[in-house]
């Protein structure tokens, strides 16, 4: 069941990473937008990293960064959760976990999703 | 007395080992063990028969029961489990995962709840260092409960956006065919 579920997992990772390389969400309109910034007109923490994700599959670095400056680093970040959580980085490297998935990294992650929130809209 | 299955540290699959054989294989209280019976692989010191494996190092079996090599009398065991007690799940990697995902599908509303999933999950840490284990349990339970809730809603919406892109697929196709309609 497990193995199961991973690999499901993982293909729909590999279909998902497809489509961001092969389609521009700046111009398709097969990608979902985002209904915070529909609705209030600013940006979310979140927006343009469908765009940045495009850029860096296209190794274009300063786009991504110019998109989505947050999502750039958070990426490896998310890589490291997965790999931590589920492919048994965490018996392996349990330093790792102390570092970046403590609880005060937590706390930091927070305090920066929340100032890139704000920053973002105000420069 | 059954025998275990464990998962050593490069994650291969060992056993047969009778408890006592487990003694020999270094069995870490994590190391996630299973046998007959059991519905899914269990850290070691949560099954009940292996627990005599980890009170060696409190050194109270060694001098109370020194040549003592089968089961303990029950008040022992009361003890060990009395003493040791692991930390509950702490659900940190899975919230901020939730937390920080949404934001590439769009729907950076779902990190809300993830953020109240990071809350609960920090506290855990925070309140069984202080030795309060009920209340680490009760923010383990919650970090969990809104965990799930955010990553099911993130299920459903991911379903949504696939269904949204294949009637979109659909719905061009059928404007070439009504193209084609128009100019015979």
Redesign the interface.
Known sequence: MKTISGVVVGLLLVAALFLFYRFDPETQ????????LLVTGYQ????G??RA?HSLLHADIVGALKQNA??VV?IP??FL??Y??YL?G???NPEL?RIF???WS??I??VV?FAYWVLRNLL | MNRYFYID?E?KQKGTFSPEELLQEHVKR?TLVWTQGMEQWRRADEVEELKFLFNNSSGFNRTAYPDQAGPYPPQTAQYAADSYRPMPRTW??????V???????????L?LLG?IG?VY??QV??FYNRGDYAAAAESSRSAGKWTKIAMWIAIGWLLL?VI??IL?IIFVGSLAGLEELITT
């Open positions: 309109p097969l990608f979902p937008k985002c209904p915070f979310c923490p979140g927006c990293s469908q994700l947050f999502m958070a970040y998310i959760g997965i931590l959580q048994g965490r018996r392996r976990e998935y403590g609880r937590a706390i992650l927070l999703i | 540290t994650g994590d940190l990697v899975e919230s901020i995962l937390t920080i995902l949404p934001f590439i599908l769009c729907s950076s509303f990190s953020i990071i999950a920090a840490e925070s956006i949204a892109i979109f």
